[in-house]
């Protein structure tokens, strides 16, 4: 029985990855002129949120792709010598460095010898993957959980990444920022760790 895949332009067949992006960009350009007019207040509200949802959805998706174009080493394969070079050039990332801190610390990533790394914060990275949490939300946690002191326990540590996840999924980047302040007084009241 003949394949009913889709097939590139050089004739091999196109990945089920491929065909959902194609999919996702045919839905975005409907999104982007969509009548507005018939939704009503609530729903216009659902729509704009369940957006921002997929936003960080999409960036979740985003990072284990770069992940896999390390892992495939593409950016010398493209003629780049870093992936920061490749993120900013060929994938038009604003900002790699921070991307890059982003997806070390929320993404499952793979090894040289192809074993999976859990992502440093998995209880953050659980709320991003569901669009609880957007990238300034993401960054505002990491930003506080980079500054607890080394000497801390590690079931803190882990504790804290917890508290800074439904602190991330329930108040704004500057909230986060300030609360974490407050969380990192407490782990360390007298500064000597």
């Avoid at 089920?16 to 609530?42: I, M, W």
């Avoid at 992940?67 to 900002?95: W, Y």
């Amino acid at each position: 029985m003949p394949s009913t895949a889709p097939l590139a332009d050089h004739g091999a067949p196109v990945s089920r990855a491929a065909e959902l992006v194609a999919e996702l960009h045919a839905n975005l350009d409907e999104l982007q002129t969509v009548d507005l007019s018939s939704c009503t207040d609530e729903e216009l509200i659902e729509v704009a949120s369940a957006t921002e949802r997929a936003i960080a959805r999409l960036t979740v998706a985003g990072d284990r792709q770069i992940d896999q174009v390390e892992t495939r080493d593409l950016p010398r394969k493209a003629g780049c010598r870093t992936l920061m070079q490749f993120m900013t050039h060929r994938l038009r990332i604003s900002n790699p460095m921070r991307r890059r801190k982003q997806l070390n610390a929320t993404a499952a990533l793979t090894c040289l010898n192809g074993d999976r790394l859990e992502p440093e914060h998995p209880t953050l990275a659980e709320a991003f993957a569901k669009g609880s949490v957007g990238t300034g939300h993401v960054q505002a946690a990491i930003d506080v959980l980079d500054q607890i002191p080394h000497g801390i326990d590690h079931d803190v540590k882990v504790a804290a990444e917890r508290q800074m996840a439904e602190i991330a999924t329930d108040h704004t980047p500057a909230d986060i920022t300030q609360l974490g302040a407050r969380l990192l007084a407490h782990l360390d009241p007298d500064g000597t760790l």
